[in-house]
């Protein structure tokens, strides 16, 4: 019954900056966990971010220090600042979000279908 959805992705120049944004809908009880993954063509999915419910971060070492991950927990909705982007940052950008639904506790495991993020002159 927990769904996220991505949004914020796009077409920039590097050294450009987007922001993107999760928002998880549903019975949510907790959120144990959220993180943003990538992909790019040819290439497996990697971790970028990760944020536990208590707020402690994590970061690819190609993206620390350019990269910010947060979130909004009145809005359910998490959020990653990217800076200084560079063209290997381009890959479709996934969502993902686990925890337990509200009632019966249940956990959960749900990916967003991703957002596109293009870094080109």
């Known amino acids: 019954q927990v769904q996220v959805v991505e949004s914020g992705g796009g077409s920039v120049q590097p050294g450009g900056s987007l922001r993107l944004s999760c928002a998880a809908s549903g019975s949510i009880f907790s959120m144990d966990s959220m993180g943003w993954y990538r992909q790019a063509p040819g290439k497996q999915r990697e971790s970028v971010a990760f944020?536990?419910?208590?707020?402690?971060?994590n970061y690819a070492d190609s993206v620390k220090g350019r990269f910010t991950i947060s979130r909004d927990n009145a809005k359910n909705t998490m959020y990653l600042q990217m800076n200084s982007l560079k063209p290997e940052d381009t890959a479709v950008y996934y969502c993902?979000?686990?925890?337990?639904?509200?009632?019966?506790?249940?956990?959960?495991?749900?990916w967003g279908q991703g957002t596109q993020v293009t870094v080109s002159s």
């Open positions: 944020i536990t419910g208590g707020g402690s971060t």
């Open positions: 993902n979000a686990q925890g337990r639904v509200r009632s019966t506790l249940s956990f959960y495991n749900v």
